[in-house]
């Protein structure tokens, strides 16, 4: 591989209380001896024993100013992120009464390998993307790619791996791995197709940085952001259990942020006020299986029902009281990798029904809310094709939207006639619809993770449409629009970027957000004057708010 050598800048810096300036604020400019004032940059700032860290961004003329009232007076950690450039310094401020100003000096870096999100990894190696995506993708949903590309394995060994990694869990990370109870159909999760392992396995060796035989490619850096995408302040919250995975995150009416758990039977409650976190105990069913879940909805009463994943069932949180109610499936319906991932009440009390999926069995059940019973409604057909919904979406007469992530087709289901199915594919093979949500006047908005697009269907034309992200390797896992569909907001799992679709003039505005962050469920709050993002760090035990300024 050509690497070019870099020389670290030599620089000075100043802090200096700002007289007359705004109070407790924190601002300055950001230069570096290769290019100047730089835009783009992101300015963190952690005090000293907080949880929570404050992100602006430098403008284009490498300005940058945290807004008044953010910062309260004390000690601060100064982070930045700019792909090939290291902070010189200061790597502390002082904030006062009256605030604060940095000139902040960054140097080019000796090594970038570590600052490559997966996505500039996946445009980076060699090979096409078709190639790539068909299993690398899977990678990272439990680890970076870059534990991958700096691994030491031949080819023999990185088809023990393919194997050993097929066995764990989705819920699974490098320090909390949980193991597939084995027997059930999918007690294998194949990592590599078995007809392409060997190509595989014997690139992986050939891409690898740890091999001196590699093959050369040269690091492709996303651009920093410019112009709109630098105005935005983002604020992480950390949680205080590190191995914590905060995969989906919804705000309550009374604005509290709860989060449910990748790894672990516990739905976390956060005050973003204090910054005080509060765990919630979801009950064991299947002790042999993995712990954690995914899915977490509001009902219309602002209570929460979660997926108990492989627990099989699902839970339901009293917003105000706390207490915490389980619905196990049936145990004749339950198969050895049962995963009851997602449950939708967003419209029960139409018929009083609850829908729930299998991902294992591919089954649609419905609980009776005043019963406490599920049906089997079994698995969702239209001649001889079938769909299972990964996202589970309804409509405002609770019919129930399926979203086909092994694939490119959306279905629906018709709650008063279930036998009744109607499937429609995307205009593009392998878009993989995964998860999303209606706008008001009924249109499902929903994430294409194969086609790196957000996907919207109309149904009262049957007609879809998409945009693409401007960015290659965004593979967006939900999408959520915001009231009256002014804008649709996604997240990226690859690439560290959100992005927000103006729906009128069809511009994508793309955040870089402050480190690396698995991104999966979005969630908007509409309770200031513009909506603000909330998503979860799954890989990084934080929760994340993204507030656009314009």
């Known amino acids: 591989m050509?690497?070019?050598?870099?020389?670290?800048?030599?620089?000075?810096?100043?802090?200096?209380?700002?007289?007359?300036?705004?109070?407790?604020?924190?601002?300055?400019?950001?230069?570096?001896?290769e290019e100047g004032m730089m835009e783009g940059v992101l300015v963190s700032a952690k005090k000293e024993g907080s949880t929570v860290t404050t992100t602006v961004v430098t403008n284009d003329k490498g300005q940058f100013s945290f807004p008044a009232g953010r910062l309260e007076p004390g000690k601060y950690t100064i982070t930045t992120r700019a792909i090939g450039y290291t902070l010189v310094g200061p790597k502390t401020v002082d904030v006062g009464a009256t605030g604060a100003a940095a000139e902040i000096k960054l140097a080019k870096a000796r090594n970038i390998v570590p600052q490559l999100s997966n996505g500039e990894w996946l445009l980076s190696i060699p090979g096409s993307d078709q190639f790539k995506a068909s299993f690398l993708l899977d990678c990272q949903g439990c680890h970076t790619l870059q534990r991958v590309f700096t691994a030491v394995h031949d080819a023999e060994e990185w088809k023990q791996v393919f194997t050993r990694m097929g066995r764990?869990?989705?819920?699974?990370?490098?320090?909390?791995?949980?193991?597939i109870v084995?027997?059930?159909?999918?007690?294998?999760?194949?990592?590599?197709?078995?007809?392409?392992?060997?190509?595989?396995?014997?690139?992986?060796?050939?891409?690898?940085?740890?091999?001196?035989?590699?093959?050369?490619?040269?690091?492709?850096?996303?651009?920093?952001?410019?112009?709109?995408?630098?105005?935005?302040v983002i604020t992480e919250y950390d949680l205080p259990r590190k191995e914590a995975q905060p995969h989906d995150v919804v705000v309550d009416a009374d604005g509290r942020v709860w989060h449910t758990d990748f790894g672990a039977q516990i739905v976390g409650e956060l005050d973003p006020k204090t910054g005080k976190v509060v765990d919630h105990k979801l009950e064991l069913l299947r002790p042999e299986q993995p712990k954690g879940s995914l899915d977490i909805e509001l009902d219309p009463?602002?209570?929460?029902?979660?997926?108990?994943?492989?627990?099989?069932?699902?839970?339901?949180i009293?917003?105000?009281?706390?207490?915490?109610?389980?619905?196990?499936?049936?145990?004749?319906?339950?198969?050895?990798?049962?995963?009851?991932?997602?449950?939708?009440?967003?419209?029960?009390?139409?018929?009083?029904?609850?829908?729930?999926?299998?991902?294992?069995?591919?089954?649609v059940y419905r609980l009776d809310i005043k019963t406490g019973k599920w049906e089997n409604l079994g698995v969702s057909k239209l001649a001889s094709r079938q769909i299972s919904g990964y996202g589970l979406p309804t409509d405002k007469n609770n019919n129930?939207?399926?979203?086909?992530?092994g694939g490119n087709s959306v279905g629906i289901r018709n709650a008063k006639n279930p036998d009744e199915v109607k499937i429609w594919s995307t205009a593009a093979p392998r878009t993989r619809p995964r998860r999303g949500r209606l706008d008001d006047q009924g249109k499902l908005w929903f994430a294409q993770y194969g086609g790196n697009a957000i996907g919207m269907f109309d149904p009262s034309t049957e007609k879809m449409k998409e945009w693409k992200l401007p960015k290659a390797w965004g593979n967006p896992y939900d999408v959520v629009p915001s009231k009256g569909g002014a804008e649709v907001w996604t997240g990226s799992m690859s690439n560290d970027y959100v992005s927000r679709l103006d729906t009128k003039t069809e511009e994508i505005t793309e955040y870089l957000l402050p480190r690396t962050t698995n991104i999966r469920r979005v969630f908007v709050e509409e309770t200031g004057p513009r909506p603000v993002l909330w998503i979860g760090n799954n890989h990084g035990a934080a929760i994340i708010k993204v507030e656009p300024l314009e």
Do not use: C
């Open 168 to 179: 764990y869990a989705p819920e699974s990370t490098p320090t909390h791995p949980q193991l």
């Open 400 to 405: 129930v939207y399926m979203l086909e992530f």
């Open 318 to 363: 009293d917003r105000k009281t706390k207490q915490v109610t389980t619905y196990p499936l049936n145990k004749e319906w339950l198969d050895l990798t049962t995963q009851t991932n997602m449950v939708t009440p967003t419209n029960m009390y139409v018929d009083n029904k609850v829908w729930m999926t299998d991902t294992a069995t591919r089954n």
């Open 301 to 316: 009463d602002g209570n929460l029902w979660i997926g108990m994943s492989y627990q099989g069932g699902a839970s339901k």
């Open 182 to 232: 084995q027997g059930g159909a999918r007690s294998e999760r194949p990592r590599v197709a078995a007809n392409m392992m060997q190509q595989a396995a014997e690139y992986l060796e050939k891409v690898s940085l740890s091999n001196p035989d590699r093959q050369e490619y040269d690091f492709k850096t996303l651009p920093r952001p410019k112009g709109k995408a630098t105005k935005v």
């Open 2 to 33: 050509k690497l070019k050598a870099l020389l670290l800048a030599t620089s000075v810096f100043t802090v200096t209380g700002l007289v007359g300036a705004q109070a407790q604020t924190l601002s300055g400019q950001v230069s570096s001896t």
